[in-house]
């Protein structure tokens, strides 16, 4: 199956920075997804990304098929970004419905 | 529904002992999915259907697992004889198109003593 990696494992930063988080994948991939999970738990899609840049206010990802990698910028983080960042993508080359996930970014924005 | 709901929110059982746990996908969603997620990991796959049709259950761990969504809407996720390994945070999405923009449920955190 395809092999997700995502870099750094943690981050902490100071309220008003920004970031950027990566995601490494093994194979071309058709399906790129990625999701915060908050401090409590639930767990919500940020960007449908299989190929191009996408931004939504303060949150911009970025993903190079050719290259196999994505990029999710925070600019201006604020404390409610804290929480876990995943990216996903299909299971196997031949699948663009189930997904993998990579073992996530702990991000801490400290106030 | 305005978004995933799933129950129980939370289930305590012991070992040994069948546990349902029920998802709610939102209107009009067709593809709907079963993760499992481990404390400090990315969610696992585990099956996913599209309207009632179980189109791939190769995510499921065993037989004692079991899924279904008989009216194309509503679906369980069914674990018999429960053990202690099975103990995870259970995880339903849905989404409108399959394989794109999934929306999570809150989830359903399953502790087997």
């Known amino acids: 199956g395809i092999q997700v990696e995502q870099s750094p494992p943690d981050l902490i930063l100071q309220e008003g920075a920004n970031s950027t988080l990566r995601c490494n994948f093994s194979?071309?991939?058709?399906?790129l997804q990625w999701f915060h999970q908050n401090p409590w738990g639930q767990l919500i899609n940020l960007f449908y990304i299989p190929s191009g840049t996408k931004q939504n206010g303060r949150l911009s990802a970025t993903t190079v098929a050719t290259e196999r990698y994505s990029l999710l910028y925070i600019s201006s983080s604020q404390t409610t970004d804290s929480g876990v960042y995943f990216c996903?993508?299909?299971?196997?080359?031949?699948?663009?419905?189930?997904?993998?996930f990579g073992s996530g970014t702990q991000l801490t924005v400290l106030p | 529904g305005a978004g995933v709901s799933q129950s129980p929110r939370y289930k305590v059982t012991k070992r040994g002992q069948d546990v349902a746990l029920r998802c709610d996908p939102i209107s009009g969603h067709v593809s709907l999915y079963w993760y499992r997620q481990a404390l400090g990991q990315g969610p696992e796959f585990l099956t996913y259907?599209?309207?009632?049709?179980?189109?791939?259950k190769s995510g499921l761990p065993n037989d004692r697992f079991s899924a279904e969504r008989p009216e194309g809407s509503i679906s369980t996720l069914t674990i018999q004889r429960t053990e202690q390994r099975d103990s995870a945070m259970y995880r339903c999405?849905?989404?409108?198109?399959?394989?794109?923009?999934?929306?999570f449920g809150e989830g359903s955190r399953l502790t087997v003593l």
């Open positions: 999405a849905s989404s409108l198109v399959a394989g794109r923009g999934l929306f």
């Open positions: 259907f599209n309207y009632e049709a179980q189109q791939d």
């Open positions: 194979d071309s991939v058709n399906n």
């Open positions: 996903a993508v299909p299971i196997s080359s031949g699948s663009a419905r189930q997904l993998t």
